[in-house]
T-cell receptor
């Protein structure tokens, strides 16, 4: 059972480039989330999804887009990367809302924008 | 808006000694509280959670936490730490049935001295 898998694990981008981070879960969870983790900031919610075909903004959505075309996948896109988006990105999924249900996290994607 | 404060950025404890990590929250209603652990290079793993009932909750790896409503606290404890407990610990608050993710504290980095 793979749980939550994120690809890639590491990436270096030049300012202005675009990329997509993929999150896949095999637990049939309805809810999926994208967080970013910055030193001294904890985790902050970027976007989330409550089911296939749905997305919603979190605390820090600017500069990111997401899509949930299939229940098991949640994509995070950066259309024009900026140095401020250098961070570690975590995907999570949960059976119910993350406010009262255990969330399962991927191992993270370390993104550097130069 | 809900918030979580972890007053200690770093804590150093000798192996075999007891541990207490502090967490204070701000939330208007009954909080749903979580402690997650992040080992180096890994995603987050749930240690324990409090939703209701007994205010002392037991988690994995020998951890426990006590919910004190009067102090708005949810401190994490362990009677005797092991070198493998060295990690980053995050306290988080959820909004119950809400789907909009968790609010995390900034984390406490635990260092274990031999």
């Amino acid at each position: 059972n793979a749980g939550v898998t994120q690809t890639p694990k590491f990436r270096v981008l030049k300012t202005g480039q675009s990329m997509t981070l993929l999150c896949a879960q095999d637990m049939n969870h309805e809810y999926m989330y994208w967080y970013r983790q910055d030193p001294g900031m904890g985790l902050r919610l970027i976007h989330y999804s409550v089911g296939e075909g749905t997305t919603a903004k979190g605390e820090v959505p600017d500069g990111y887009n997401v899509s949930r075309l299939k229940k098991q996948n949640f994509l995070l896109g950066l259309e024009s990367a900026a140095p401020s988006q250098t961070s570690v990105y975590f995907c999570a999924s949960s059976y119910g809302g993350q406010g009262n249900t255990e969330a399962f996290f991927g191992q993270g994607t370390r993104l550097t924008v130069v | 808006a809900q918030s979580v404060t972890q007053p200690d950025i770093h804590i150093t404890v000798s192996e075999g000694a007891s541990l207490e990590l502090r967490c204070n929250y701000s939330y208007g209603a009954t909080p749903y509280l979580f402690w997650y652990v992040q080992s180096p290079g890994q995603g987050l793993q749930l240690l324990l959670k409090y939703f209701s009932g007994d205010t002392l909750v037991q988690g994995i790896k020998g951890f426990e936490a006590e919910f004190k409503r009067s102090q708005s606290s949810f401190n994490l404890r362990k009677p005797s730490v092991h070198w493998s407990d060295a990690a980053e610990y995050f306290c988080a608050v959820g909004s119950g049935g809400g789907a909009d993710g968790l609010t995390f504290g900034k984390g406490t980095h635990l260092i274990i001295q031999p």
